[in-house]
């Protein structure tokens, strides 16, 4: 898989999976370039191809009174700070039309959501600024019918495309990764898991979603062994007083060890 088309990604030439990384929402400067220099020394260190991951704004809330952003500007100039500080790309998910050009001043990767990925308006819109884009598979969607989604990325003159599944809805309040899709979306474009929102527990009581942080090395080691061609990890030096999906996130502490271990099960992968 070519990576050559995003600004500043490095290690291009390692056989490890590429990583998308980062706190679910800009919550602040400190907080980000915080997160960004940690994971820049150990995807460094393991020559993983990096994406800084997090959401300028957060559109899907449960409730009313939940976070959504410090300021649609001001975030996507913190990512463009972390861009520049570390000489990495980034990625952010957009939520409207009007997202796509503002988001593509600041960023390498448009993203967009599972719950709108089948609004062809807005993945047209995210296609037509030249930017990668990241197309989240819906919970309810097949993962064949991505193969749609995908094609309109394409229609629009924009090969730069990617899928990344985020599980698929198990009864109410349950997600659950089925790894027969990943070689089925892997024909239509790379694919990438995701991993903390797929062990999301959303639709809870309360209107705040819970989750399963500790499978987390479960989910992510399947991914590695079934091929993914990259991951997607939330994480946070502080989960739970992050601001969005701290239920399900990874410790900060904990990733150089996760990641060692997933680098080591890919080189055995890549030995057979």
Not at 142 to 157: L, N, R, W
Not at 196 to 219: A, F, K
């Amino acid at each position: 898989m070519n990576l050559q088309n995003i600004p500043k990604i490095k290690h291009t030439d390692a056989k490890n999976f590429f990583l998308l990384c980062g706190p679910c929402a800009i919550e602040g400067e400190e907080m980000a370039l915080r997160i960004a220099e940690k994971v820049v020394k150990i995807t460094n260190k393991l020559e993983i191809p990096y994406v800084f991951k997090g959401s300028f704004k957060k559109a899907n809330r449960s409730r009313v009174d939940s976070f959504t952003g410090i300021g649609d500007e001001k975030a996507l100039k913190i990512l463009k700070k972390v861009s520049e500080t570390f000489d990495i790309p980034t990625v952010t998910d957009i939520h409207e039309i009007s997202d796509a050009d503002l988001a593509a001043q600041y960023v390498d990767v448009l993203q967009i959501p599972a719950f709108l990925v089948r609004q062809t308006d807005l993945v047209v819109a995210a296609a037509e600024t030249g930017k990668v884009v990241n197309l989240k598979k819906g919970q309810f969607m097949s993962p064949e019918s991505m193969k749609h989604a995908v094609q309109k990325v394409k229609d629009s003159g924009n090969n730069n495309v990617w899928i990344t599944d985020r599980g698929t809805m198990f009864g109410y309040q349950d997600m659950i990764v089925d790894f027969r899709g990943i070689p089925t979306m892997r024909k239509f474009a790379p694919t990438v898991l995701d991993v903390t929102h797929s062990l999301q527990q959303p639709n809870q009581s309360e209107g705040i979603t819970g989750g399963r942080p500790d499978m987390i090395e479960t989910i992510a080691r399947a991914g590695i062994v079934n091929n993914v061609d990259g991951l997607f990890i939330e994480t946070h030096f502080d989960p739970a007083n992050a601001k969005s999906d701290g239920a399900n996130m990874l410790h900060l502490d904990n990733l150089e060890k996760l990641l060692t271990n997933l680098v080591a099960i890919r080189k055995t992968i890549n030995s057979l």
